[in-house]
């Protein structure tokens, strides 16, 4: 599966974005999915995930604002990120994985990735 990410870019403070990411391939619906996080000088990390069932993972600190959701009718996995802040500053990567049955928290698990999107957030 090819994943595409879009949707990034600069916003201010307490600002929304909705981040997108298109798939191409194999079902969509037969993925689990997530969108990692790497801020400069850091490690990437699981934002959130979602399985083929629709349960949702959430990182502590993005819960209450950033909300995962896939529509496999379109193949586009969103990530909708409110009441941003500017450590939400990151590349945002979405991907996928064939190990579908729970939800896959861990990067190595993931076998494909979208290219990434900036979101800069300003104060």
């Known amino acids: 599966v090819q994943l595409q990410a879009s949707g990034g870019g600069l916003v201010q403070a307490g600002g929304s974005l909705r981040l997108s990411c298109a798939a191409s391939?194999?079902?969509?619906?037969?993925?689990?999915l997530g969108w990692f996080r790497q801020a400069p000088g850091k490690e990437r990390e699981l934002v959130a995930a979602?399985?083929?069932?629709?349960?949702?993972y959430y990182l502590d600190s993005v819960k209450g604002r950033f909300t995962i959701s896939r529509d496999n009718a379109k193949n586009t996995l969103y990530l909708q990120m409110n009441s941003l802040k500017p450590e939400h500053t990151a590349v945002y990567y979405c991907?996928?994985?064939?190990?579908?049955?729970?939800?896959?928290?861990?990067?190595?698990?993931?076998?494909?990735w979208g290219q990434g999107t900036l979101v800069t957030v300003s104060s």
């Open positions: 991907a996928a994985t064939t190990k579908a049955w729970s939800l896959r928290l861990l990067r190595s698990e993931y076998d494909y």
């Open positions: 391939g194999r079902t969509f619906s037969s993925y689990g």
């Open positions: 979602i399985s083929t069932y629709g349960s949702t």
